[in-house]
């Protein structure tokens, strides 16, 4: 057991993608294969519960059986937020005492415990990043992620790639021109980073100052919006930020599995011809776990991961070659230059629309009847019996 400990507390304009980001780098050059990472340290008192998810689903980014947290109360407080009874709680909590599995590192019972191996990350430390073009554990400074990514081109270009920007002719987009590093899809999806609060409020943040300001994603770039929880179309919803991501392209296409999985669906057929018979290496940029060459796209041969609200930067920018310290992400209404930074929420300001909105009362309504289904799917042909009548002839079943 590789015992990771976090110290500090996670510093302005940093998400929770930056962190996990930043431990899947560590814990993949440490080598965590076939062993188990526990997070602990008074540093853990300030990650939430959904960024300890976040962090907890990468395990097999970093490599590990799997990435846990110990038990304390905002393990509890997550409980009763989800709709658990007190008694259910209260029995959490004196099992988890009993057993010496309470991590509260302030509690004066608290003893800390002893490990195989030993990590330590301050979270003060942890500054924006992305991962790619090909692996989780690749990762990149937003600040040097434009040097990077001119570095790191060269590798995907042929004698057959094309050097000078592409003409593309729609009849839903109108005309503009593609070129290298342009990026073609920009997916809000996963299962984890789209189930945590604190990112998604951000990245509906993002959107409702973008689109105030009358910034739009070029129209080369695919964009979808697919949560990995029913609960975030609610919420999104009552805090009034889901016009904004409408407006921005990010309309809600699903839940779960998407692009992350390559299930983001056929480029316009114009672009997609347009990058095949010139070679163009085109580029994605997702909120998901994996970004594994051929994973996400056939016509796109880097792939990104970024937080929510960088997918929705990256979509405005429209490419990889960019950097958001010094290019305008475009004008506003009056002329002028706006930059990342200016439509960039506060922690405060997710923070109080996290605290306004989401609720217990949301959980109950959504996992109430999440086994009922609707009429599609009621309406599905059942085969009787107690095993499901397989085909034989599947290799994916064999």
């Known amino acids: 057991v590789v015992g990771f400990k976090l110290t500090g507390s996670i510093p302005e304009g940093v998400t929770a ?11 993949r050059q440490h080598g965590v294969v076939g062993k188990f990472v526990e997070f602990y340290g008074e540093g853990i008192a300030s990650v939430p519960l959904a960024n300890r998810a976040t962090i907890g689903n990468m395990s097999p980014e970093f490599g590990s059986t799997c990435g846990i947290f110990p038990i304390d109360d905002v393990t509890l407080d997550y409980l009763r937020l989800t709709g658990r009874s007190e008694e259910q709680v209260a029995l959490v909590k004196a099992y988890a005492k009993a057993n010496k599995l309470w991590g509260d590192a302030s509690d004066p019972d608290y003893v800390e415990p002893q490990y195989s191996e030993y990590m330590e990350l301050d979270l003060g430390s ?10 989780p554990q690749d990762r990149i400074k937003l600040s040097e992620s434009k040097t990077t990514f001119e570095r790191t081109l060269p590798a995907y270009e042929t004698d057959r790639t094309e050097q000078k920007p592409v003409e593309v002719s729609t009849d839903f987009r109108g005309d503009f021109d593609i070129k290298n590093g342009d990026v073609a899809i920009a997916s809000i999806t996963s299962c984890t980073n789209t189930s945590n609060p ?15 300001k009358g910034l739009k994603p070029k129209p080369w770039v695919k964009t979808s919006l697919a949560p990995g929880s029913q609960v975030v179309a609610d919420y999104l919803k009552a805090a009034g930020l889901q016009d904004d991501l409408d407006a921005l392209g990010y309309q809600l ?16 057929p114009e672009i997609s011809e347009a990058i095949n018979a010139n070679d163009l290496t085109v580029t994605s940029v997702l909120s998901g776990n994996r970004n594994f060459e051929g994973r996400i796209s056939p016509d796109v041969k880097m792939n990104y991961l970024a937080s929510p609200p960088l997918v929705i930067a990256y979509a405005l920018a429209g490419t990889m070659d960019f950097d958001f310290e010094t ?20 922690n405060e ?3 109080a629309v996290v605290d306004g909105t989401v609720n217990r009362e949301m959980f109950l309504k959504d996992y109430a009847s999440v086994f009922e289904g609707d009429r599609r799917w009621k309406g599905l042909d059942v085969p009787e019996g107690e095993l499901f009548t397989w085909d034989e002839n599947s290799t994916y079943v064999r």
């Open 17 to 27: 993608t930056d962190v996990v980001l930043t431990i899947t780098d560590m814990l």
């Open 126 to 135: 942890v500054v924006p990043s992305i991962a790619g073009p090909k692996r």
């Open 198 to 212: 604190s990112v998604m409020i951000a990245a509906g943040l993002i959107a409702r100052n973008a689109h105030a």
């Open 253 to 268: 296409v699903g839940f779960g599995c998407a692009t992350c999985i390559g299930n983001s669906g056929p480029l316009l």
């Open 327 to 346: 290019q305008p992400l475009g004008k506003d209404k009056d002329g002028n230059d706006v930059y990342l930074k200016d439509i960039w929420p506060t």
């Open 349 to 351: 300001e997710v923070a």
